[in-house]
C-alpha cells in the first residue's frame, strides 16, 4: 500500500473520530401527542431525556401514555441517526462506506 493512501487513510479515521465525539455532543428532539411527551438523543443515538406533560398521565390509559413515549423515542432516534448520516456524508464525500452507517 502507498505512503499517500496510508496517510489518507489515518487521516480520515482521525477525522471520523472527532464526528464520533462531535456527534456525542448534538442533540435532536422528538415530540408525541402534540408535545405532550418529548425525547431528547444524542447524535451517537443515546436517549438523554424523556418529559411527559402532567396532562398525558391518565391512570385509566397507560397504553396511550407507552404509545406516546414510544413514538418519541422511536422518532427522536432516527432524527439522530439523519444526523449522524448526514454528518458522516460530509466526511466521507457522499461514499457509502461499509460499517460507518
Not at 436517549?47 to 411527559?52: K, L, P, T
Not at 432516534?77 to 457522499?94: F, I, N, W, Y
Request: hydrophobic letters at 45%; proline letters at 2%.
Amino acid at each position: 500500500m502507498n505512503k499517500n493512501l496510508m496517510r489518507q487513510a489515518q487521516e480520515l479515521q482521525n477525522r471520523l473520530a472527532k464526528l464520533q465525539q462531535e456527534l456525542g455532543n448534538m442533540t435532536v428532539e422528538a415530540t408525541a401527542g402534540g408535545g405532550a411527551v418529548k425525547v431528547v438523543a444524542t447524535g451517537d443515538q443515546k436517549i438523554v431525556s424523556i418529559a411527559v406533560a402532567k396532562e398525558a398521565v391518565n391512570p385509566e390509559d397507560v397504553d396511550m401514555l407507552q404509545d406516546l413515549v414510544l413514538a418519541a423515542a422511536n422518532d427522536a432516534l432516527d432524527k439522530s441517526r439523519d444526523l449522524a448520516a448526514k454528518h458522516l456524508g460530509q466526511l466521507t464525500g457522499g461514499m457509502k462506506i461499509p460499517g460507518l452507517m
